[in-house]
């Protein structure tokens, strides 16, 4: 089970850390992946981690979104800086244990098995 949080409301330019924890398991042996879905739109693939520790990131948040994990690989971050209006959606946290064997796959939502429920961010200027 994966449940993601630190999503909330911040302006133009500002930081947000998204969590996602896993609460039977360690992430060790799994691919794990950032998704996230504005209204109206299709749900889009944002950062991945691969379970050789290859990342991949959209090219809308290279630059400004880093993934990392904790210690213990419980917990999964997405670092999310220089935010913009079009970073607003529900981000949700994914995970496999498939290797991502390239950008289609890792970005793919049917390559993904556990999901958590999301967490709301909201940029506004």
């Known amino acids: 089970q994966l449940v993601e949080s630190g999503g909330g409301s911040v302006q133009t330019g500002g930081s947000l850390r998204l969590s996602c924890a896993a609460s039977?398991?360690?992430?060790?042996?799994?691919?794990v992946a950032w998704f996230r879905q504005a209204p109206g739109k299709e749900r889009e693939g944002v950062a991945a981690?691969?379970?050789?520790?290859?990342?991949f990131y959209a090219d809308s948040v290279k630059g400004r979104f880093t993934l990392s994990q904790d210690s213990g690989k419980r917990t999964q971050y997405l670092e999310m800086n220089s935010l913009k209006n079009d970073d607003t959606a529900m981000y949700y946290c994914?995970?496999?244990?498939?290797?991502?064997?390239?950008?289609?796959?890792?970005?793919?939502?049917?390559?993904?098995?556990?999901w958590g429920p999301g967490t709301q961010v909201s940029v506004s200027s």
């Open positions: 994914a995970a496999t244990a498939a290797r991502l064997r390239g950008r289609a796959i890792a970005f793919s939502t049917s390559t993904y098995y556990y």
């Open positions: 981690v691969g379970i050789d520790g290859t990342t």
């Open positions: 039977r398991y360690s992430f060790d042996g799994y691919s």
